[in-house]
């Protein structure tokens, strides 16, 4: 099993929706997570981070952690063209230095 | 802010030339990564450094090398490029203090012809 599983998409959505994007992870020793979101032809950019025992909300942005599922979530509120672009969950990996990223999951918001 | 710069944003390259990636980070943190991103891969790690002139290989250094000699830049070599590394290539740098949350620079789109 892999560390860290990402549903690729891609996800298209109507402006104005509610997105829901998830990862699973599989080392329930992982205390914090990250959502990185990388626009085309650019690099990733850290958006939200959370630890493993709550929830976080930032604007439109909210980001959950269920540890017993060992399932983390970003919901996008109100959708925008502008958030289309790939979404990536990361958490520390095996390493003390290292961050392991999922594969991403690329969304488009249709005007 | 943090910025983290690469020296193209794209480069063709072929088979055989020795290919150098070069990664520029200001706010002087200690640990720095090179990526590629392929489709239906993600990013994969190649090589990273947590101190000057300390390197560690990730999960596919084949074909790569790496140098740090000073701080701020970590560099990326392809001894011989290959079509196969024609990728995204992108560099990451994190401070061991915070939350490991790594910066990225733009990227470089390398193709090997």
């Known amino acids: 099993q892999k560390e860290v599983e990402q549903d690729p998409g891609p996800l298209s959505v109507p402006e104005g929706a509610i997105v829901s994007l998830n990862c699973t992870y599989s080392n329930s020793a992982f205390q914090y997570f990250m959502w990185y979101r990388q626009y085309s032809r650019k690099g990733p950019e850290l958006l939200m981070y959370?630890?493993?025992?709550g929830n976080k909300e930032d604007g439109r942005f909210t980001a959950q952690v269920d540890k017993s599922s060992k399932y983390i979530s970003l919901f996008i509120r109100d959708s925008q063209p502008s958030d289309s672009a790939t979404y990536l969950c990361?958490?520390?990996?095996?390493?003390?230095?290292?961050?392991?990223f999922g594969k991403g999951t690329k969304l488009s918001v249709i005007p | 802010d943090v910025k983290v710069t690469q020296s193209s944003r794209y480069l063709v390259k072929r088979t055989g030339e020795k290919v150098f990636l070069e990664c520029v980070q200001d706010m002087d943190h200690e640990n720095m990564f090179w990526y590629r991103q392929d489709p239906g891969l993600g990013l994969r790690l190649i090589y990273f450094?947590?101190?000057?002139?300390?390197?560690e290989k990730g999960d596919i250094p084949e074909g790569y090398s790496v140098s740090r000699e000073k701080k701020e830049r970590f560099s990326l070599i392809l001894e011989s490029a290959s079509t196969n590394q024609t990728s995204m290539y992108l560099c990451?740098?994190?401070?061991?203090?915070?939350?490991?949350?790594?910066?990225f620079g733009p990227g470089t789109r390398l193709t090997v012809t």
């Open positions: 990451a740098s994190s401070s061991p203090v915070a939350l490991r949350e790594q910066y």
């Open positions: 990361a958490m520390p990996g095996a390493g003390s230095y290292q961050l392991t």
């Open positions: 959370t630890y493993s025992s």
């Open positions: 450094s947590y101190d000057v002139k300390m390197k």
